[in-house]
């Protein structure tokens, strides 16, 4: 290493988690320049949730080094290479997806302030302001508290047990692409930013299912991992806005169409494989029946709660009532995926429908049973939009375990979307 | 990395594998010292001897370079540096135990021409010139047959994959390295450089002993190694020694005294942890039995062929028959070992006298199981005095497996020192 590099190196006062403002998922920022375009002045909060309370984050991380790193990413701005990446590159083979009043107020940007409080042995961590702008904490903020959480652990290990630690996560996630490289037609990305161990570390994991599986590795959601490494950046949408579009519904019959809404401003914006139904905010089933038929023309359907084997089949089924030929379509599997249930899904879905997987967690940060007491294993934690113009958001999901919300609105949502009983699912990560 | 360091790197026609004339064993350079001294003029013939013959060494590597590397090592003389260390450094516990006149001799030491030539799959390479000169060729030889047979093949695979594969390997020993460290009383060394994977990779294994050992971990036989991580260099004497001072014996009755003869030599030199017996070269028990009592006195027994608790067994029940106290006196395993073995050993013995471990292969070179077709296993290559002064020389050792020389003087030690039915047990490494 040369002296400049080193003497750089100890410049710093933190070793900062999140390094750029496009060190993000790629789908909030297509999310974020529909809503700056349709809802800019929409008053949100966003907070933390870990649904693991098993994991005593406050005790874990030390407050002050939580909001150095908060502190860090508040001090981020779009940097020259970034917003030429975004205006020059073609996204889902499109030139300028990003229009350039959006890459502009982009450039300008700096994320709201945050609010930190310790509550018993969890943090309360919330975002309010803008749609636009506070949506854009969501990622780095889980980003930041995994990493965190993990460095604690981390942090009173040898030279040498680190570097064992990291070769046997190293040789763990080569036996899982080992499993899936024989295997025809597979299509993977890279989804796991949020619940990434580390940035180096999803770097890594990027870089090795490129060469362990090639074309079937199809991209990763995170933007500057797709930016440096020149891969594809991949994402659509998320419950996000039709949570928000709920919450802002003025009555029953608005929050009925809340979700098509959505989904109508999506179609207006985008085609090819970025329409792509995200179906189970306030249950799948009924979602898909009441559609309205424009929507069976839409590319495909991503299955992110219930059991995704019945999310598939349901999807399936609705694609033949409206006369759609699913062979056509897409489904793209992402919620709590390992290689087995992977395969399992490619193995019986890949013959009847385009089939992919968006890999998450157990992709970046699969360090179960490594450290003595699993320590470093991941946990279930989400950053969500819970409010919005002060009404309550509520998220169903087709997985109970996986609901939010008040309970009167849930009750109310519920009956309004006609869901009935749901099977409980365990929530792993 | 730096631009200098960079463009030095790419200076080199060749990746050296042998870059330093002490990166090689300790005990090689006290024998050396010891024959520079008694006997600088006996011509002595070293010979690569390859027990695995199913490694078709000459397919896998190419002649040119193995030549290369063979030439480079002829090119090294040694350092400033290196000389400074063999000059200041206190060796168990000693100063001054390389005498000016040897550093000097070796300060201006290339080494000697080799032979090189193939016959069908093999190589023949062999090394003639003075003792002190040609048997400093064993080790390096060793380990560039070793590495070069790593290298090819490692040749063919991927970034990750290589990744990988070190990640497995540094698993493997940290789960070896985790067996031991919780064992009371063990001591263990580093002998591993002779059949090492690569000197990058017995580095690390040596850092990860030190850090995952503590002070278990009482050194390493190699120079370059032991002066770098400021370690103890471990080592005392080998089959060499005996073998030639057999084979310089003008009659039975010299014959039958030649391996005493060697210790009577190492007596005036040595003290302490130096003086340690190796007495399997023409059968332990005969050598034990005829032993002069001045060798009772010495300070231990190095087992390094056939079944190693018998060994033990033998020199134990042969200090008691010689009213020395066995509690007093240290056991060195050295031949094949493994972590169960070493534990196996340890618990059977660490009470009864002192125990220490010489743990060489399969602490640097346990590639086994890690690569399609197992590949990288490591397999037994020696490099051997075969004639001295024109006689051949002959070794027995306590494995007929293990033996080697022409049939009629194998015939003759055996007579001349009362050898009998030997078990025959495998060559692992």
Same mark, same amino acid.
């Given at each position: 290493?040369?002296?400049? /590099?080193?003497?750089?190196?100890?410049?710093?006062?933190?070793?900062?988690?999140?390094?750029? %403002?496009?060190?993000?998922?790629?789908?909030?920022?297509?999310? #974020?320049?529909?809503?700056?375009?349709?809802?800019?002045? *929409?008053?949100?909060?966003?907070?933390?949730?870990?649904?693991?309370?098993?994991?005593?984050? !406050?005790?874990?991380?030390?407050?002050?080094?939580?909001?150095?790193?908060?502190?860090?990413?508040?001090?981020?701005?779009?940097?020259?290479?970034?917003?030429?990446?975004?205006?020059?590159?073609?996204?889902?083979?499109?030139?300028?997806?990003?229009?350039?009043?959006?890459?502009?107020?982009?450039?300008?940007?700096?994320?709201?302030?945050?609010?930190?409080?310790?509550?018993?042995?969890?943090?309360?961590?919330?975002?309010?302001?803008?749609?636009?702008?506070?949506?854009?904490?969501?990622?780095?903020?889980?980003?930041?508290?995994?990493?965190?959480?993990?460095?604690?652990?981390?942090?009173?290990?040898?030279?040498?047990?680190?570097?064992?630690?990291?070769?046997? !996560?190293?040789?763990?996630?080569?036996?899982?692409?080992?499993?899936?490289?024989?295997?025809?037609?597979?299509?993977?990305?890279?989804?796991?930013?949020?619940?990434?161990?580390?940035?180096?570390?999803?770097?890594? #994991?990027?870089?090795?299912? %490129?060469?362990?599986?090639?074309?079937?590795?199809?991209?990763?959601?995170? #933007?500057?991992? !797709?930016?440096?490494?020149?891969?594809?950046?991949?994402? /659509?949408?998320?419950?996000?806005?039709?949570?928000?579009?709920?919450?802002?519904?003025?009555?029953?019959?608005?929050? !009925?169409?809340?979700?098509?809404?959505?989904?109508?401003?999506?179609?207006?914006?985008?085609?090819?494989?970025?329409?792509?139904?995200?179906?189970?905010?306030?249950?799948?089933?009924?979602?898909?029946?009441?559609?309205?038929?424009?929507?069976?023309?839409?590319?495909?359907?991503?299955?992110?709660?219930?059991?995704?084997?019945?999310?598939?089949?349901?999807?399936?089924?609705?694609?033949?009532?409206?006369?759609?030929?699913?062979?056509?379509?897409?489904?793209?599997?992402?919620?709590? +995926?390992?290689?087995?249930?992977? %395969?399992?899904?490619?193995?019986?879905?890949?013959?009847?429908?385009?089939?992919?997987?968006?890999?998450? *967690?157990?992709?970046?940060?699969?360090?179960?049973? +490594? *450290?003595?007491?699993?320590?470093?294993?991941?946990?279930? %934690?989400? #950053?969500?939009?819970?409010?919005?113009?002060?009404?309550? *958001?509520?998220?169903?999901?087709?997985?109970?375990?996986?609901?939010?919300?008040?309970?009167?609105?849930?009750?109310?949502?519920?009956?309004?979307?006609?869901?009935?009983?749901?099977?409980?699912?365990?929530?792993?990560?």
């Amino acid at each position: 290493m040369d002296i400049a /590099t080193r003497v750089w190196n100890h410049k710093w006062k933190i070793d900062p988690i999140v390094r750029s %403002l496009i060190d993000t998922d790629f789908y909030k920022l297509l999310m #974020c320049q529909s809503v700056f375009r349709k809802h800019p002045n *929409t008053r949100v909060t966003f907070s933390l949730i870990n649904r693991s309370r098993d994991v005593p984050l !406050a005790r874990l991380i030390d407050e002050g080094e939580l909001r150095e790193q908060l502190d860090h990413i508040r001090s981020l701005s779009l940097s020259r290479g970034e917003s030429t990446w975004l205006r020059g590159n073609t996204f889902y083979g499109k030139r300028q997806m990003f229009r350039p009043d959006f890459v502009h107020w982009f450039e300008n940007l700096s994320l709201p302030p945050y609010n930190l409080e310790r509550v018993g042995d969890q943090y309360e961590l919330t975002f309010e302001g803008s749609w636009p702008e506070v949506m854009l904490w969501e990622i780095p903020a889980l980003a930041v508290l995994m990493e965190l959480r993990g460095r604690a652990v981390l942090h009173d290990m040898g030279r040498f047990e680190l570097q064992v630690l990291y070769a046997r !996560a190293m040789t763990k996630l080569w036996s899982k692409v080992e499993k899936l490289r024989g295997v025809d037609g597979l299509a993977i990305a890279d989804f796991g930013t949020r619940r990434r161990h580390s940035f180096l570390w999803q770097d890594w #994991c990027v870089q090795a299912m %490129l060469e362990g599986l090639g074309s079937k590795f199809v991209g990763t959601s995170n #933007c500057l991992i !797709a930016k440096n490494r020149d891969l594809e950046a991949i994402g /659509t949408n998320a419950h996000e806005l039709p949570m928000v579009y709920a919450a802002l519904a003025e009555d029953d019959a608005a929050l !009925a169409r809340a979700p098509y809404d959505v989904l109508a401003d999506w179609h207006e914006e985008h085609s090819g494989n970025l329409r792509m139904i995200l179906p189970d905010t306030y249950g799948t089933e009924g979602f898909l029946a009441r559609a309205p038929d424009w929507l069976a023309g839409w590319t495909g359907i991503r299955i992110d709660s219930g059991d995704p084997a019945a999310g598939a089949e349901t999807a399936i089924r609705w694609w033949q009532d409206r006369g759609e030929d699913p062979r056509k379509k897409l489904v793209i599997f992402s919620d709590g +995926l390992d290689v087995d249930k992977i %395969l399992e899904l490619h193995a019986r879905f890949a013959h009847r429908t385009r089939v992919s997987f968006g890999w998450g *967690t157990l992709l970046t940060n699969d360090f179960r049973g +490594l *450290t003595p007491e699993n320590r470093l294993a991941p946990f279930s %934690l989400v #950053c969500k939009a819970i409010s919005a113009d002060g009404s309550p *958001t509520v998220k169903l999901s087709d997985n109970p375990n996986k609901a939010m919300g008040p309970e009167d609105e849930i009750a109310r949502y519920k009956r309004v979307f006609g869901v009935g009983k749901q099977e409980r699912l365990e929530v792993v990560v």
